[in-house]
């Protein structure tokens, strides 16, 4: 986590001797930004209080006080949104799954963890692509059958360098779902496909909630170690 324009606006503040609107709309940007968990707001907070101590001795005790409370609030404020559970069911046909599929890509930032038997829909390719192109780490597990299906895109997606395994069993990997940034987590019936957009019942889920989140990790985890692996 790099904290450098975070400790800019606490000095920046602290030289004014207020926290201002402005600064604590910038602030709030930042820390959003950074998409701290637990362990790093508590880094957060920690530099807020060592900044402060190091004003101590500037006898604005009170006024410090009164900062850091702010800052602090700040932070938290933050984190509340972020841990709020969050859910949504949209369902298919009709362009309500392929259209959020695309959003959440598109707002990746850092790592997405995809887990689906085949991919056909341009759309969602693309999404990918994009995604891949500016630096997100995307990762993908597929089923080895459905490869060579006409319009299929897996081979398309590991050509362009994003690392995929597939499941090379006599079975089917079947799973339909992703994670983006280790926070938000997808998963439903809906295939990734022109098809289920177009004319299937399918329904797709999109949830914020800890417990799920791991859970479907250590289940994309296992399969990446065990495909990629053979």
Not at 45 to 67: C, K, M, Q, V
Request: aromatic letters at 8%; proline letters at 2%; glycine letters at 6%.
């Amino acid at each position: 986590m790099d904290t450098r324009e975070f400790d800019e606006i606490l000095q920046r503040t602290l030289d004014d001797g207020a926290l201002s609107r402005s600064e604590e709309r910038a602030l709030r940007w930042v820390i959003r930004d950074l998409e701290p968990d637990a362990r790093e707001r508590a880094v957060l907070r920690s530099r807020a209080f060592a900044a402060a101590d190091l004003r101590i001795g500037s006898g604005n005790g009170p006024g410090l006080l009164e900062w850091l409370h702010k800052i602090v609030n700040v932070i938290e404020a933050r984190a509340e949104k972020q841990d709020t559970f969050e859910a949504a069911a949209l369902f298919s046909p009709g362009e309500a799954c392929p259209r959020r599929i695309v959003e959440l890509f598109d707002g990746a930032r850092a790592r997405v963890d995809v887990c689906v038997f085949t991919i056909t829909d341009d759309r969602i390719t693309g999404a990918i692509l994009r995604a891949h192109e500016r630096g997100v780490n995307v990762r993908l597990v597929s089923d080895n059958d459905k490869t060579d299906d006409l319009g299929s895109d897996v081979n398309r997606l590991a050509a362009s360098g994003i690392p995929c395994v597939l499941d090379a069993t006599s079975s089917h990997m079947h799973h339909k779902f992703a994670v983006f940034d280790s926070r938000t987590l997808l998963f439903g019936s809906y295939n990734w496909t022109r098809s289920a957009a177009q004319d299937n019942e399918e329904d797709l889920v999109v949830v914020r909630e800890r417990g799920l989140v791991s859970s479907f990790l250590a289940e994309f985890e296992r399969l990446w170690e065990r495909y990629g692996n053979r």
